[in-house]
């Protein structure tokens, strides 16, 4: 089986949030970049999978659409285990243009397995993966918490809103991935980084597409008023509060 | 032009987001003048159909066709496409819940429509039509202008408070084209929650962190639920140690909420945890690190153990249940 892991470029979870230019762009200085952590954990666990059981995963390939700052992040998923990488060199202006951009590669190739991340920690799109599958005219699962390949059988389990289901889908489809698929992501080793300077990176131009939204601008979230401490010999204080100034309880 | 709503049933009840959502679509419908359409799938009772004209839904279209009995992304994108069309839809509204997240870019694509995800407010301008949502986790909102004549947006759970606005309403058995040949979803099994109050659903949300110690003390957690008929939820050490299964993590990477109040015991308040928790409308931390980053974001709380402080506060609320 071929399968391809879409990853995003994001700032580091733990990175403060700022903007330049009358909050239209985001202020770059001293981010730390990461994979996308969704898309990153649906690259270990296809990797789990391929270690697992030899022979059943044939290749993982991993694309982004991005332009070269985005290299290191590529590397990164090469490192801990992903056996090519694609960028698309353009900057992503909204999901409909990302999932149009991918669609064009996937369709040069063929891949039996698409994964992508429930959500982007930048954008918080939940877009790219169900749009990339209605481009694409396949099947897609949404919200899969668990994946399994046995004997070329795949097992998958979505999350339901108050509960789960295991599903069965003909390839190729897109799984769209989210926590709970494995336990943490994987950490390269030093010669996982060593291995990924020769592994191949492909870099295609984008196709003219036009996006469906723009983003205007950004907003800080209002701030919160200072905490009201109550004393801890004094719960009953903290309860009166919740229910007579909150209105909470 | 109308704007569509597609509303969820849980065992032919509606799931609480779909009387936030006809509510919330009322409200644009005025600013519109336009009206509002539900769409139902599944085995939904007239009487429970009724209940949505009580938020404003004047067209109710009820698809009842067995072959929807569970969610397939194409069929149902196929479905809702018809009823955009049969409406003469200009918007379309989702939750954005996983059946949201599932239908809503595969709509977005097949009619070429822009989407909003997670938005939390009506628009603040109709033209061009700028809509605020959440971006980075949280940490920021993104004004989103929705460039295509047809628009969809999905409102995060919880942020629209249910008000009723009855209206004389008329439902509609719809019976959209349906090919058994595009149905490639098969469920083989299904894992339902039963007897507990789901956490995207809940006011009042429990939560534990590391400061809880171990799994041996959760059950004065999840007596103070059972008090304040809340769900329990949990912090990301607390679900990667298996003290608490992945459906209760609450944070960036887990699930995103939104109560009414959010109660946090032993929660130091990690940024990824802020970003799932932070559109809560009460945070009340109980911590004993007095620089915990907890802090930053509650509205009340106490320095202090979890421990020691939780039988206490089940006792107030106790006492406080008992007098109302």
Redesign the interface.
Known sequence: MKVLVCISHV?D??T??K?LNDNTVLDTTGIQWIIN??DE?ALTRILDIKDAKPGSIENVTVINVGLADTEPTIRKALAIGADKGVRVNAEAK???YI?TQLSEYIKKESFDIILCG?ES???????????L???LGI?????V?FLDIDGGQIQLK?????????????TP?VA?VQ??IC??ARIPSMRGIMGARTKPLQVLEPIVCE???????????KP??A??????EN??E??H???NE?K?? | MSILVYT?N?DGKF?KVSFELITYANELAKKLNTSVTALSIGQVSEEELKKLGTYGASKILSVTDEKLI?????SY?SVIAQAVAKENAAIVLFA????G??????L???L???????VMSLPSNLAPF?I?????????????????PIKIV?LLQNTIGIVESPVSSTIENFTPEINPAEI??????????TGKI?L?DAE?VVSGGRGMKGPENWGAIEELAQV?NAATACSRPVS?EGWRP??E?TG???KIIAP??YLAFGISG???HL?GI?SS?????INKDPDAPI??????????DAL??LP??IA??K??KAGQ
Request: charge should be positive; glycine fraction near 8%; charged fraction near 20%.
């Open positions: 700032p979870t733990t403060k949030i903007f952590p969704w954990l909204d999901s409909f999932a429930i920690a930048d954008g918080n799109g939940s877009s790219v993966g169900g749009m599958s209605e481009l099947p897609s699962v949404s919200a918490s979505r999350e339901i809103d108050g509960g789960q289901e295991l599903v069965n889908i003909p489809f769209i926590k709970g336990k943490e996006s469906l939204v723009d983003i205007a601008n950004y907003e800080y979230p919160r008023a905490c009201k401490k109550v004393d801890p719960v009953k903290l309860i509060l919740l229910h909150a909470v309880l | 969820e849980w799931k569970t969610l397939d992304n194409q994108t954005q819940n996983n059946a997240k599932a239908i809503a870019p595969r977005s694509v097949r070429k429509a822009g989407i909003a995800n997670g700028t605020t949502k959440k971006s980075y986790t949280s940490k920021a909102m993104a004004n989103v202008v929705i460039k295509t999905t490639k979803t098969i469920v083989k099994e299904v894992n339902k929650v789901l995207t009042i304040l990667d992945h459906d993590h960036q990477t887990g009414n109040l990690a940024i990824q970003g932070s409308k009460c945070i009340v931390a802090w930053e974001a509650a509205n009340y709380g106490i320095v202090g020691k402080i206490e506060f107030a609320v006492e406080l």
